[in-house]
């Protein structure tokens, strides 16, 4: 069956270039996770939905990052006027429930801030 | 915040070399889980395990609970088997995972 998937695979954005990130889950997952993981590093968490309500957002490092699952399904993560420091492999994963089960993670995408 | 170590960092072996990568984690957990990421980000789950041992081909993942331990080894490597291994620990809330930095593991033909 098609698991986690996430589009673009690679994205190269200026400086100050506002990008979006989509993560298509697996089709029923009601949990979805975003992860940024910087090179050579484990993945960091950054936000999470259960359905369409955004539990818990800390880990998104400051406000120009923003997440949204309007109708439960597919996520998208928004970074506004991007920094060098953005630069990372951001992961999607979902999971059929919360609770430490096993989560699903898609291919991530390569984000490049030049 | 549960913080978790892991052991080596990289690792170089030769193709059928027994390999062990340790992971140690601070707070107590229910589940431990071991993922293989390889080149270009994926990033698949080997073992979710709370006590004992599991074996899945060639790999095997322990863990005790009590000491805050785990380890995955891999028998008779292969170069197929070339990624960073990674393990994860249920946050405070149980709901998200604390992953370690990974081990880079190289297996050469």
Known sequence: GAGVSQSPRYKVAKRGQDVALRCDPISGHVSLFWYQQALGQGPEFLTYFQNEAQLDKSGLPSDRFFAERPEGSVSTLKIQRTQQEDSAVYLCASSSTSGGNTQYFGPGTRLTVL | ?109
């Open chain 2, 1 to 109: 915040k549960n913080e978790v170590e892991q052991s080596p960092q990289n690792l170089t072996a030769q193709e059928g070399e027994f390999i062990t990568i340790n992971c140690s984690y601070s707070v107590g957990i229910s589940a431990l889980h071991w993922l293989q990421q390889h080149p270009g980000g994926g990033i698949v789950s080997l073992f979710m395990l709370s006590s004992g041992k599991k074996k899945h081909g060639r790999l095997i993942a322990t863990i005790n609970i009590q000491e805050k331990h785990s380890s995955l080894h891999i028998t008779a490597s292969h170069p197929r088997d070339s990624a960073v291994y990674i393990c994860a620990v249920p946050d405070n809330y149980g709901q998200n995972f604390v992953f370690g930095p990974g081990t880079r593991l190289s297996v050469l033909p």
